[in-house]
């Protein structure tokens, strides 16, 4: 399982995740693997995480990325280009297949529009594949795929819309690290990338350690 999240500020996006893999069935057994990786970056100013089938989630992702021919940027652009390749490829590769069968496969996918100069305008998205790819728009100012009941939990009770990139950075970071000491399928180090209007950058292990000392610390 996992927890992948994301929240929006004024012209900005932070998206984070876990790294761990479950295989099995939890109420029966299952073994965990913590050295995923959900997060990848599409586009100078888009994010998109993935959860469910991973193997499949990736290898789709994968192909799309490989089958651009020119680059493109902007989250509702990656969006529907997405989308409509998804679509594709589910209908190729499982039109045998009946739904309740298929694999599920999930894209969360954050980031910046162009509106006038630069790109500073937020957005965050889901791609479901139990609902037929149907593009969904978070407008409250973040979303959660995986565990999210701890993450929804904290966003409530402290984001803002107002808040800086170091407080949203630390809460994103927060909302993770508490999942995991509640669910063992939530776990292993945490990841997280901040788009900004002049690009998108991958915080460090240090980084994140240290925006999460400071969350924690000033929250009591």
């Known amino acids: 399982m996992t927890l992948v999240t994301a929240l929006q500020g004024r012209n900005f996006v932070v998206a984070a995740c876990d790294s761990r893999g479950t295989f099995g069935h939890p109420n029966v057994a299952f073994s965990s693997h913590d050295m995923m990786e959900k997060m990848h970056l599409v586009a100078p100013h888009v994010v998109v995480q993935t959860a469910g089938h991973g193997e499949i989630s990736d290898n789709l992702l994968e192909e799309f990325r490989r089958s651009l021919t020119s680059p493109i940027d902007g989250v509702t652009e990656v969006l529907h280009r ?5 679509m594709e490829k589910w209908n190729q590769w499982f039109q045998n297949v009946p739904f309740q ?34 593009p969904a728009f978070h407008r409250y100012g973040w979303a959660n795929i995986g565990i999210p009941i701890y993450a929804i939990y904290i966003y409530g009770r402290k984001y803002r819309s107002d808040m800086t990139v170091e407080e949203l950075c630390g809460l994103a970071a927060y909302a993770v690290s508490e999942t995991a000491s509640q669910d063992l399928r939530v776990g292993g180090n945490i990841r997280m990338a901040k788009v900004l209007p002049e690009g998108t950058t991958i915080l460090s292990e240090n980084d994140i350690r240290d925006c999460l000392t400071r969350h924690v610390g000033g929250r009591s």
């Open 82 to 86: 997405l989308q409509q390749f998804c």
């Open 101 to 134: 069968y298929r694999p599920q496969v999930v894209y969360l996918i954050s980031g910046l529009d162009s509106e006038g100069q630069g790109y500073t305008v937020p957005r965050i998205y889901t791609l479901i594949s139990q609902a037929g790819f149907a």
